[in-house]
């Protein structure tokens, strides 16, 4: 072993390097900053005969109290960054600061009794690199409690944000630009699991969120329900990332679907009570002319009186009909008779039935039909099927406003199916109304003026045409409009189900 002996005292040191890898030991074993603070003081007894000791920083004091006088040299070293040696009273005193790179940590204060002189510059610095060394030690052990402390934080806030997320109603998830789903809650996860099929949707939003790099909400409709969904990128440190919130919305649809509803039905009230208004007026008045002057009218004009009544009850029966029939509908109770019956030969009679009206409004009706077709079987109630074809002749005799108004009843032979069109030259359908025309009470806006209506008569049939296993819809452009239905040739009635 190789000895140091420092000038004043007859204490030996031990050598130097073991010194030195012993204390390291110690110091990283220690768990306090008091414990390392005693640390230094035990080594520093190798170098220096200490009275007493005390240490002093801004968040604890251990060790003898001071002076006032010494503690204003302990904070003057540790502003200094720099080991000092001063006599104060009676007695010498050692100030060892502690640093980091950034701040004092606090000061190490002793009271030998050694001779300044004696002690050499080798001694100070040793004990130099000792307080630097417990300085590290001090610093990274705070900077581990503040990092325990700070992930403690972030831990509790992930975790009450979670719990926040976990309670909403909305489903959110959250994806990394590869796509890994970084976060889900509970919403979300119950949703994806009850519903599939709706995740490729989501993801194909989410998609394009990443592609534009942009927000992006929709609407989509999944078996029957409605949802908001809506994606925000997100740009973040650790990379580029999606998040994705759904919303269930569909008691929200289901009311303006109800109030919608009520409208239509409000309207249908007004517009029933006008049109039933209308012939009662009518019948009514001519009613009253003939009884108060029955003596005095020759018989052309009692005939014409006679001839409006009879017209005017006509259209308050159909009128009544509609109501009765869509009642029927509503309630499921609609008789059908449905057997094999010849298209063309329905076609025909209403066509026939309807030549009459057609010349008394000016209007130039035609009857097209395939050469090669004799007959054209389908499975039908002839009465309802007749009532579809009437409507649909009669609906493009009130709506064409062409100065020169034509109306066409054509038969198509489509393969499986045949296709019935009823077209007219007058003004067409909007395209975005097409399909609300079919609704029960929707009338388009822009044909309330031109003829009046129940709103009841396309929804009637439809219901009817659905009833015998066809569609019905809306083709042509905006100087021509034309409603065509399908009905399947097979014999759905008897023939087994493929």
């Not at 240490?55 to 004091?61: I, P």
């Not at 204060?109 to 002189?117: E, F, L, R, T, W």
């Not at 909403?168 to 599939?196: G, H, M, Q």
């Not at 909007?430 to 396309?458: C, I, N």
Request: proline share 3%; charged share 30%.
């Amino acid at each position: 072993m190789v000895e140091i002996r420092v000038v004043g005292f007859s204490k030996k040191i031990p050598e130097l390097s073991s010194l030195l890898s012993s204390f390291t030991l110690r110091l990283n074993a220690a768990e306090t900053v008091t414990a390392c603070v005693g640390e230094l003081e035990k080594v520093s007894e190798n170098f220096f005969e200490i009275d007493w000791y005390s240490y002093v920083s801004e968040e604890e004091e251990f060790g003898k109290v001071l002076e006032q006088k010494t503690l204003n040299f302990a904070h003057w070293s540790a502003q200094k960054h720099h080991l000092s040696i001063t006599p104060i009273g009676n007695s010498m005193v050692l100030f060892v600061p502690l640093f980091s790179r950034t701040k004092s940590l606090g000061v190490l204060v002793m009271g030998i009794k050694n001779d300044v002189s004696e002690i050499t510059r080798g001694v100070i610095d040793v004990e130099s690199f000792l307080a630097f060394e417990t300085s590290m030690v001090i610093e990274n052990m705070k900077l581990a409690k503040e990092l325990v402390k700070k992930n403690k934080y972030v831990a509790e806030a992930k975790y009450y944000l979670e719990n926040v997320l976990n309670s909403l109603k909305y489903a959110v998830v959250v994806e990394d630009i590869y796509r890994n789903e970084e976060f889900s809650n509970v919403p979300y996860r119950k949703l994806i699991t009850d519903k599939t099929s709706l995740r490729p949707q989501i993801e194909e939003m989410i998609n394009n969120a990443f592609v534009y790099r942009k927000e992006i909400s929709n609407e989509i409709e999944h078996d029957g329900s409605f949802y908001s969904v809506h994606v925000v990128p997100v740009e973040l440190s650790s990379g580029l990332k999606v998040v994705a919130s759904i919303q269930d919305i569909t008691n929200t649809k289901e009311l303006e679907r109800l109030q919608k509803i009520n409208k239509m039905k409000n309207d249908f009230v007004a517009t029933v009570s006008h049109e039933l208004k209308t012939p009662l007026s009518a019948i009514l008045a001519y009613s009253e002319t003939i009884l108060d002057s029955v003596d005095s009218l020759d018989d052309e004009t009692l005939k014409q009186f006679v001839g409006t009544i009879k017209n005017e009850g006509e259209h308050l029966k159909s009128i009544v009909n509609d109501m009765l029939d869509f009642s029927k509908l509503e309630s499921d109770s609609f008789p059908m008779n449905f057997k094999r019956v010849d298209l063309i030969k329905l076609i025909k009679e209403s066509y026939e039935g309807l030549k009459a009206r057609a010349q008394e409004n000016g209007i130039k009706f035609e009857l097209s039909l395939p050469e090669h077709l004799i007959s054209a079987y389908v499975t039908a109630d002839s009465r309802r099927m007749r009532q579809i074809i009437d409507n649909l002749v009669v609906n493009a005799f009130k709506y064409d406003d062409n100065p020169s108004p034509e109306v066409k009843i054509s038969l198509l032979d489509a393969g499986e199916n045949y296709i019935v069109e009823v077209y007219d030259n007058g003004s067409s359908v909007p395209k975005e109304e097409r399909d609300k025309v079919f609704q029960k009470f929707y009338r388009v806006e822009t044909m309330k003026a031109k003829a009046s209506g129940t709103g009841l008569g396309l929804a009637l049939v439809k219901e009817i045409v659905e009833k015998h296993r066809g569609k019905i819809w809306i083709e042509g452009d905006e100087n021509e409009c034309g409603f065509k239905f399908s009905l399947p040739k097979k014999d759905w009635l008897t023939s087994p189900e493929p």
